[in-house]
């Protein structure tokens, strides 16, 4: 075992939250509260992980599970248990394995990352770095002409398919982000930089990781024509370019053959839209709490988004996922897998990749176990009876 999978090992670390005190003893505030934190009051960040609770188990006991189906089909793919890795920003900050540590992980895992247009790594080397299926997640940060580049670089690399994520007219409010200055400390004046500065140098082993790694890498992903690769902003002003609207995503499907998921579903009349659009699955998030606050839930969103949609694409959902009992819950109420954000990323700022694949073991031998407590031998098999909802869920 190396060093790096032994910092993560049990009895350390036994559930993913114990990752999380790690990330936060290894990062500087600012990028451990990007990694942490969610929008204004983080009500819907809370409600997220509270709201699994409100779901209960009905077990069938006394029933012989020696061997349990963990695969999934997802978006054509074979996955070895249903969670893919969410795309997570700015991951070269957190650890430089960074995105590319992260999709090694998941290949090892025999499951899938999505990459995030907001990424450090080249695509090109996230697609090589996985033995696993790699997406992209697009923002049309940049303008068409980057837009139109990476789509072609994400077709010849051979990505699964395309992420197109709607729920970001602007960024949300991120207190934590602004209190932390982590608009000055990537911004180009020093000066600015000065007061947020003891939270960088509180953390020598993180700091030398980053220099190590050549510092503030660029957003190698957004390149702008006859400019090169653009440079890492802050989230807000990252977000603020990255607005998609259904009439971009007509424009995205012209240039893109292969399939398109739609992530930010919250509604059923956003989900009939996106399906009319042509999706070929939908991602039931609110963003991880960090955009709109104050919006349900996603694991609450879901059986209206299951209804609406009976079957015709495929329905993903993330959010507040921390358990393998979670993963199970999401996939009774109709999800067809769920997408880890958090879960992963506190694993990969506490110890690079191991940590990642910690955080997939964790999760992976927990839904094995699940699924023999509750006397079910696949995941093909969870259906609603193997839960309660409260019965205003309906
Ligand atoms: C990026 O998408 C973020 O939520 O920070």
Sequence with gaps: MSRKSRAVASPRVVSVMDLRPLARRRLPKAV??????????????????????????????AV?????????????????????????????????????GAARAAGAAGTAYIL???SGHRLEDVKAASSGPVCYQLYLMGGREASEAVIERARVAGCAALVVTIDTAVAGMRERDFRNGMKELMGDSVLAKIPFLPQVLSRPAWLAGFLLDGGLSKLSNVVIPGKGPMELIDVSAALAAAAVTWNDLRWIRNLWPGLIVIKGVLT???ARRAIDEGAAAIVVSNH???????????????????????????????GGIRRGADIIKAICLGARAVLCGRAYAYGLAAAG??????????????????LKLLGCPSIAMLDRSYIDVPATWG
């Design 353 to 370: 990749q191991a940590g990642v694949a910690r955080a997939i073991q964790i999760l992976r031998t927990d839904v094995e176990r699940t």
């Design 64 to 100: 012989a599970v020696p061997e349990c189906d963990l695969r999934t089909r997802v978006l054509g793919f074979d996955v070895s248990f249903p969670a893919l890795l969410a795309p997570v920003g700015y991951s070269r900050l957190m650890h430089p394995d960074g995105e590319a």
């Design 268 to 270: 059923a009349d956003d």
């Design 116 to 118: 995030s247009t907001l």
């Design 32 to 61: 451990f509260d990007y990694l942490d934190g969610g929008a204004d009051g983080e009500v819907t960040l809370r409600e997220n992980c509270r709201v699994f609770d409100d779901v209960t188990f009905r077990p069938r006991h």
């Design 288 to 318: 991880g709490g960090r955009q709109l606050d104050g919006v349900p839930a996603s694991l609450r969103a879901l059986p209206e988004i299951v209804a609406a949609v009976n079957g015709r694409v495929e329905i993903l959902m993330d």
